[in-house]
């Protein structure tokens, strides 16, 4: 059965020690699933009986084009306004409960490891409307249009529901579940999940412009980040800039799986905000 790491619920003991694994360097952080409590949620405005847990955001520098959160959301809470920010896109990715989505008049009861794609402009809300908290990943971009390229339709799945793909040469000891065609140049991200088998791993140190966010939602790794080696399990969040080299040993006695969000199929910005010639008059 595939299980899917959430935050725990309240604050550590007094009796916790201090020294753990949280870091943030220059070309990647890592947020462990112990420093995920309740005194580091938000509210926000227009959501009902929801928490917030923001691990990623746009950030100067470091990792630019995109936003995650994690929700709780409590029974009867949710928003029927979710989306503030016009030319928005999301993905919804559902690891515990059963919210209700729903997009245009259509209405959508998801369970874990639902997977819904939101394009901007998409008329949506999302409620709980069970007995039990429903927790999921909200991740957040902004969508650049490209000349000739309609925009993308909304969908929802499941990933029981879609078979993983052997990487190329490594008899299914790393896969990828994806969710959009990677041929499919209307999306300018993806978010999909990557499983290694025990033994499976990154052969190479990865290095480009894709930024990333990877939540491990089972298993433990050792994850090679820029020049460390860090171990990781289900329940971390580990948040990678453009061009931190990365790879990757699963050595736990089962799968290791994250969520993995990355920029894809748009050309670099020249002038404007985030680039640097000037904007054109």
């Not at 009902?48 to 959301?73: C, H, M, N």
């Not at 993905?91 to 209700?100: D, M, S």
């Not at 490209?146 to 969908?155: I, K």
């Not at 029981?160 to 008899?171: D, L, N, V």
């Amino acid at each position: 059965m595939t299980s899917y790491a959430v935050p725990a619920d309240g604050l550590p003991p007094q009796t916790a020690l201090h020294t753990g694994r949280a870091v943030f360097t220059e070309a990647y952080a890592v947020i462990p699933r112990g420093v995920m409590s309740d005194i580091v949620t938000s509210l926000m405005p227009g959501w009902d009986k929801t928490r917030f847990w923001v691990i990623a955001r746009p950030l100067s520098g470091f990792s630019e084009t995109f936003s995650q959160y994690i929700l709780t959301i409590d029974p009867q809470g949710g928003s029927d306004y979710p989306e503030p920010e016009s030319g928005a896109e999301g993905v919804l990715f559902v690891t515990e409960g059963r919210p209700r989505l729903t997009i245009g008049d259509q209405h959508h009861d998801l369970a874990p490891g639902g997977y819904a794609y939101l394009p901007p402009g998409a008329k949506w809300t999302l409620w709980n409307p069970g007995a039990a908290p429903a927790k999921l990943h909200w991740i957040r971009k902004l969508y650049e249009p490209a000349p000739g390229l309609p925009l993308p339709e909304a969908f929802v799945t499941n990933e029981q529901h879609r078979s993983p793909a052997a990487m190329p040469g490594t008899k299914g000891a790393w896969a990828t579940t994806r969710f959009v065609d990677p041929f499919d140049l209307r999306h300018d991200m993806h978010v999909n999940i990557v499983t290694f088998q025990p033994g499976g791993l990154i052969p190479f140190e990865e290095t480009h412009v894709m930024e990333h966010g990877l939540y491990v939602l089972e298993g433990k790794a050792v994850y090679r980040l820029n020049r460390d080696w860090v171990e990781v399990e289900a329940g971390d969040f580990m948040w990678l800039r453009a061009y931190c080299p990365q790879a990757c040993y699963a050595g736990g006695p089962g799968p290791f799986r994250y969520l993995l969000y990355k920029d894809v199929n748009r050309h670099a910005k020249l002038r404007g905000p985030g680039a640097f010639g000037p904007a054109r008059g």
